[in-house]
């Protein structure tokens, strides 16, 4: 399917620095260095059946500040997302309302596809539905089924968690600990007839009512962590350098998807390193479809929030940390773009070649975007104070911002 438009990426003096960033498989936070010169990114779509919320575009946000950083320092960056257009949540969601799974997968991704551009996110070279991905997830379930790594149970097929010695190391969570959050999240490891609990579905045979394909693995539809490693193999291939998510999918989707493609491979590893954003929430509970405490980017563009607020309001955040959205949040944020824009609305001002250093040093210290909020604050502080004389300088500002933090002033 198609993506969204990208907006241009203002050109800056000098060149970024390399990013350093936490990779959850390791533990602690180091540089990832991309091998060549491109760059290569799968960051986790949306599963369509609700609106864009405040959560999303915050895990969103943080991956593209990953590609600016990589961007600044000189890489080209290869980026694919998927959309999980055939899922369990979906096809309730447009049982419970009456409508069309289509209809409402294609609705929502096209009001995600607006949000991301009000937001300026840099758009994937590939955005990839799960329904298109079956071509490839076919002949990649097959591959496991050959090699034993996979398992028949009543027409689903299941990948054997045991397959890969490797199971375990992106998350670091002992069986025990994985158990409870593969049943909280999709998984189901009371089902009778199972080699182990922790096996997860790779396809699930036909089930009355629910859509179904037929191919040379019966007929069905993809689980969900395959759907994942299919388009990221066919797009990127094995060793790309950053998978990314919000924290909740380390568990079971990363964990699962790693082993899925380390065996159908019997190489590693699937990612040179796996990122994960904070969750967002709402009145003490993460934001989330199913719990219904949500605050919506399309809503707020309509109440007529400038999404550069928006994106103010995320940045405002360290992507790692869990935080809350309420409303002081946006007002700080409305307050801050006016004061910038204000700053930056002369023809000169303080030298900016020191703050653009400051951004670009944060950025690259593990997405330190309230950091790089914070350089800005103190140039425009400068301006409002005393000015300066340098021609020219707000407009680097202006550049500064527009690339590395994906506002337009
Ligand atoms: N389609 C799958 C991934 S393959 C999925 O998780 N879809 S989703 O719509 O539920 O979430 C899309 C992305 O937003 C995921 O990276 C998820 O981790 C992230 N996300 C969901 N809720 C929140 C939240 N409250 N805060 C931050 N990120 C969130
Ligand atoms: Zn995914």
Known sequence: MHAWPASEVPALPGQGLPLRIHDTAAGCTREVVPQGTTARLYVCGITPYDATHLGHAATYNAFDLVQRVWKDAGYDVLYVQNVTDVDDPLLERANATGQDWTVLAERETALFREDMTALRML????????????????PLVQKLLVSGAAYRLDGDIYFSAQADPRFGEVSGLSHEEMLPV?????????????????????????????????????????GWHIECVAIALEYLGMSFDLQGGGSDLVFPHHE???AHAQ???????????????????????KMSKSRGNLVFVSALRREGVDPAAIRLALLSHHYRTDWEWDKSVLDTAVERLARWRAAVSRPDGPAAEQLLAEVRAALADDLDSPAALAAVDRWAARQEQDGGQEMGAPGLVSRTVDALLGVAL
């Open 123 to 138: 758009p994937p070279a590939h955005y990839v539905g799960a329904v298109e991905s079956i071509p490839w997830i076919v």
């Open 182 to 222: 593969f049943a909280e999240r999709g998984g189901d490891p009371e089902r009778a007839g199972k080699k182990h609990p922790l096996d997860a579905l790779l396809w699930l045979a036909a089930r009355p009512g629910e859509p179904a394909w037929d191919t040379e693995l019966g007929r069905g539809r993809p």
């Open 256 to 258: 699962m998807g790693a």
């Open 263 to 285: 065996s159908a491979t019997g190489t590693h590893p699937y990612a040179r390193s796996y990122v994960h954003a904070g969750m967002v929430g709402l009145d003490g509970h």
